[in-house]
């Protein structure tokens, strides 16, 4: 009997692996390739347009763990501030020059360098620099990628302005909160 115990352990294990990697797929992307999508322009909050393309999700890979993508940012642009409220987020700087403000701390982060945050850390990014930052973001759950794809449209259509009540609604739907819409907390 207490050989069954440790096989039993295994057997669950195993099952437990393969339900939770069921319906994910492999994947091999070039650098272009993938869910391609236009931010649409924005009123109130400091984003230019830009291109960014979603590589690994739960719609296009089945991944249930993580979310893969790119982003090129120009000089002078902004992620503005926000925390994410359910994903911990990596950022993988690979040109250009970011200044990335991490709840009230400051860094300058240089082609090559990592970034890395937990849930509920408030995060904006600046590309200081005269070069295009070109980074890549890992979110360790999906649910962010949400906020992205409806404050966007598939790349090479026409991106009309996004208004704020709808700028809410996908940061609901995206589980993350933007400083620019919390309400000042009363001392």
């Not at 940012?73 to 925390?83: E, R």
């Amino acid at each position: 009997m207490k050989r069954m115990i440790p096989l039993v352990v295994v057997a669950l294990s195993a099952a437990i692996c393969t339900a939770q990697s069921e319906g994910a797929k492999t994947l091999v992307l070039e650098k272009t390739q993938g869910e391609a999508r236009m931010r649409r322009p924005r009123g109130s909050l400091p984003i230019p347009i830009a291109e960014f393309i979603l590589k690994v999700t739960p719609e296009n890979s089945g991944s249930k763990h993580l979310v893969l993508g790119t982003e090129d940012i120009p000089p002078g642009g902004v992620i503005p501030k926000h925390k994410h409220l359910e994903q911990d987020e990596i950022l993988l700087i690979q040109t250009g020059t970011a200044h990335v403000i991490l709840d009230d701390k400051e860094y300058d982060v240089h082609a090559g360098g990592t970034v890395f945050f937990p849930a509920q850390t408030w995060v904006s990014l600046k590309n200081v620099g005269t070069d295009t930052i070109s980074l890549v973001f890992i979110f360790s759950a999906p649910g962010f990628e949400k906020n992205m794809r409806c404050g966007s449209v598939p790349a090479g259509q026409s991106a009309p302005p996004i208004n704020t009540d709808e700028l809410k609604a996908c940061a609901h739907e995206g589980h993350v909160e933007f400083e620019a819409f919390t309400p000042v907390e009363k001392k």
